[in-house]
């Protein structure tokens, strides 16, 4: 595809695929939508201002005028999804998570291999405006070394995501660590390590959700730490029901700069900076005073990062227009999106194992790896 | 039932446990009446240690002495007799052990130095309060356990989290169900320039490379000391950056700075661990607590106070439009322990390490007093310590998953 020419989109799943701005991006066009269910599929031909819906994502990708499919379908539909796609030659961008096995990350990977059509997921948190503070402070050496971080996403209360009109949907008992991606992205993401090893331990809260659900799933928390393979630590929350505010956050210690994103207990991003001054702790020891300060958010989505038209607030940390950006843009210039199938499944793969992990009372289980050798 | 004994007051040996059958020790015999345990009047103690081993408060307390103090250094002698206003120093801990007035010995020495000083004291008949870690090996654990079990004699460790006034707070919520089940807890020791501590007048201290998780206990206090559950298994994590003290060291050449471990514990639950004596982060002592009914965040150095989380119903959206469940937040005014009756009137004032130091002063009286078991006793402290030893192994084999040797006496079934 050439620079002046425009990808046409196919928008499929009108929950959450109708929140990203593909209509404004310059070298996008919405060529149809579809969605199962009739007022969705309403609702994203009004979001998209498109005329052309399909009953389902099998007859869209059957357009030739279709170039490329945006999958944002239910999580155990991903892969099925994403690979009839590809199938049918469209580059495809899907929600998170990529895949719901290691079964499935091979098949995956495999057809985007033997198709050589571009493959993105839609990791939100790579875009986060903070993540993206911490990339550039990790190109720039500001950190010294991250040697350990943390990421969570607490979402107390999904269950009221577990029935709609009466009916169960894809949500209902989900495992918590197949939804790693918000915060494996935190690390992967921001300093491309691999998460080499896990051990993970779940939380049974007695309710209904957890003993007859789909996934055969007891637990509604999962808390994992991670080994890297640059001997790195990384500990990760997924939570589902917790007396704790809901956030996707992290927070990266280096050896030079540690950074902090917004706790939903009331603090804001901050940094903290090694520091040659000293204090006394309260039992009287001499310690370094490590500088602190507030950190002035700068909104990247305000920039020429974006095209003019996305230059706008967007959801999840203003991450929507970036995701929409970096897609359109690495198809129209023939280049790998940031999130790739090998990112993809960096970030993605690392929980399977830790829920795997979690059903086997926290034993310590090694993750394999998708990247191409050498 | 004979006994022997050395080195030890009667009145000593009787608030130790009378109970302990069989007890041996070496030195001279003298048999004893059984007698009725009253409280007694005052423990003589003997303070080692002049540095943190001043920062507590027997002098004040109303049934201790401070029989004599010791320090190898003589400077840091006078500091000990000046602070308890004790005209009776002792040159090395060795002699002072010798002086049968003494009923219990405060060791506040070197780390490395902690269970060869302890047993030196107990085997002199001494009860033993000793500085953090307990030990710092199995092995020593082992022999630090084997003694006070032979001797009988009182053993407490001096862990200040365990009476961080926030850590009060903890556990009494605990104890009161507030927090309904611990899902998973975390805590982190922050001591940023800690190599400040690595040297002392040109020379290097016990502190010099010291491994991370070595000094684990004000972390592994806010979860043990509050739930009383034991960590079963861990993998640990090493960082260093190859500088001299973590090149070359007394701890077989420890490469850590820093190390974050991740704990099972003996529910299933997690327990995240961060040591760091070399970091950007700002120093600190402080845990948090996620509950099935309520979270605890201790303050936060970054500046965010104690907080209080509990489950909400109300429902808001997150930024991308999902519902989900507000839950509750509020920020905790932390009481201060230290002032109420907790305490003997006169240790009513702030101390050290979160209030603790006067709690930990009369926790210790008060057992010997009382013929009691301290708070945290040598189960306790080695349901601290030695979890730290095996993380620290963890991380020497680049985070290896291992299982943690537990101390706790078997539960026995006694028929009626």
């Not at chain 2, 704990?263 to 120093?283: I, L, M």
């Not at chain 2, 002592?285 to 009914?293: A, I, L, T, Y």
């Not at chain 2, 109420?340 to 702030?350: I, Q």
């Amino acid at each position: 595809m050439k620079p002046d020419r425009k990808a046409r989109i196919g928008v499929v799943g009108g929950g959450f695929g109708a929140a990203f701005p593909w209509h404004e991006h310059p070298n996008c066009i919405v060529e149809a939508v579809s969605d199962l269910r009739p007022e969705r599929c309403k609702h994203l031909q009004e979001v998209y201002k498109c005329d052309k819906p399909y009953e389902s994502l099998e007859k869209l990708i059957l357009d030739k005028n279709v170039d490329a499919v945006s999958v944002f379908t239910e999580a155990p539909n991903h892969v099925r999804h994403a690979v009839a796609c590809m199938k049918a030659g469209k580059h495809v961008i899907s929600a998170v998570p990529a895949c719901m096995t290691v079964d499935e990350a091979e098949e995956l990977l495999d057809n985007v291999k033997r198709t050589g059509l571009t493959y993105m997921m839609a990791e939100t948190s790579y875009y986060h405006q903070s993540v993206m503070s911490a990339r550039k402070w990790q190109a720039e050496g500001k950190f010294g070394e991250i040697f350990y971080c943390e990421a969570e996403y607490h979402h107390p209360g999904l269950d009221v995501l577990f029935i709609e009109d009466g009916k169960r949907t894809w949500r209902y008992g989900f495992p918590p660590m197949n939804y790693p991606t918000h915060c494996t992205s935190y690390l992967v993401g921001v300093t491309k390590e691999r998460l080499t090893n896990v051990t993970c331990l779940g939380y049974d809260d007695g309710t209904q959700y957890f003993k007859d659900n789909d996934y055969r799933n007891p637990f509604a928390d999962e808390t994992a730490f991670f080994g890297t393979n640059k001997g790195h630590a990384f500990r990760v929350d997924v939570y589902w029901n917790a007396p704790v505010r809901g956030c996707e956050r992290g927070q990266w210690i280096g050896s030079k700069m540690s950074f902090y994103d917004p706790h939903p207990n009331g603090l804001g991003p901050i940094i903290v900076r090694e520091s040659e001054g000293t204090e006394k702790d309260d039992g009287g020891f001499e310690r370094a005073v490590s500088k602190f300060e507030q950190y002035e958010q700068p909104a990247w989505w305000k920039t020429d990062m974006l095209p003019e038209p996305l230059r706008h607030d967007s959801g999840h940390g203003g991450s929507h227009t970036f995701l929409t950006h970096e897609f359109i843009d690495a198809l129209v210039n023939e280049r790998k999106p940031a999130v790739d199938i090998y990112e993809a499944l960096a970030f993605t793969v690392p929980g399977i194992i830790a829920h795997e992990s979690a059903l086997e009372g926290g034993k310590q289980m090694k993750i394999p790896q998708f990247d191409p050798k050498g | 039932m004979g006994r022997e004994k050395s080195g030890m007051t009667r009145r000593a040996f009787l608030r130790s446990g009378v109970a302990v059958a069989g007890l041996t020790l070496s030195g001279g015999a003298s048999a004893l009446e059984p007698i009725t345990i009253e409280k007694q009047k005052a423990i003589r103690i003997g303070v080692v240690g002049g540095n943190f081993g001043c920062s507590f408060q027997w002098h004040e307390h109303p049934d201790c002495i401070v029989e004599a103090v010791s320090d190898l250094r003589p400077e840091r002698r006078q500091r000990l007799k000046n602070g308890y206003k004790c005209g009776k120093s002792y040159e090395s801990l060795e002699k002072l052990i010798l002086d049968k007035k003494i009923d219990a010995v405060a060791v506040f020495t070197g780390a490395p130095d902690h269970v060869r000083h302890c047993i030196a004291a107990m085997k002199e008949g001494k009860h033993v309060i000793c500085a953090v870690p307990a030990a710092v090996s199995v092995e020593e654990a082992e022999e630090l356990l084997d003694t006070v079990k032979r001797t009988g004699l009182t053993y407490m460790m001096a862990e200040t989290s365990y009476y961080r006034q926030a850590a009060i707070s903890a556990r009494k919520w605990y104890q009161e169900g507030k927090f309904g089940e611990i899902i998973s807890s975390e805590a982190e020791y922050h001591h940023p320039g800690a190599d400040k501590l690595s040297f002392e007048n040109g020379q290097i201290t016990w502190r010099h490379g010291l491994p991370p998780m070595l000094y684990p206990t004000h972390c592994t206090a806010l979860i043990t000391g509050v739930t009383g559950e034991r960590l079963t298994e861990v993998v640990c994590v090493g960082w260093g950056n190859g500088e001299p003290e973590v090149t070359s060291n007394r701890y077989n050449n420890n490469p850590f700075w820093n190390a974050n471990a991740f704990f099972k514990t003996d529910k299933g639950r997690p327990f995240r661990v961060s040591r760091s004596r070399k970091v950007a982060v700002r120093g600190t002592e402080r845990g948090q607590w996620v509950g099935s009914k309520m979270s605890f965040y201790m303050d936060h150095p970054n500046g965010l106070g104690p907080i209080i989380v509990r489950a909400g119903e109300q429902i808001e959206k997150d930024d991308a439009g999902f519902e989900r469940k507000l839950a509750q937040f509020e920020k905790y005014e932390q009481p201060l322990y230290w002032k109420t009756s907790m305490l003997p009137e006169p240790l009513r004032h702030d101390s050290g390490h979160g209030g603790s130091h006067t709690f930990l002063t009369h926790e210790f009286i008060d057992a010997l007093v009382n013929g009691r078991k301290p708070a945290v006793d040598i189960y306790e402290a080695l349901a601290y310590t030695v979890p730290g030893i095996i993380a620290h192994k963890s991380a020497l084999q680049g985070g290896k998953q291992l299982k943690i040797p537990q101390f706790d006496p078997k539960v026995e079934i006694h028929d009626a």
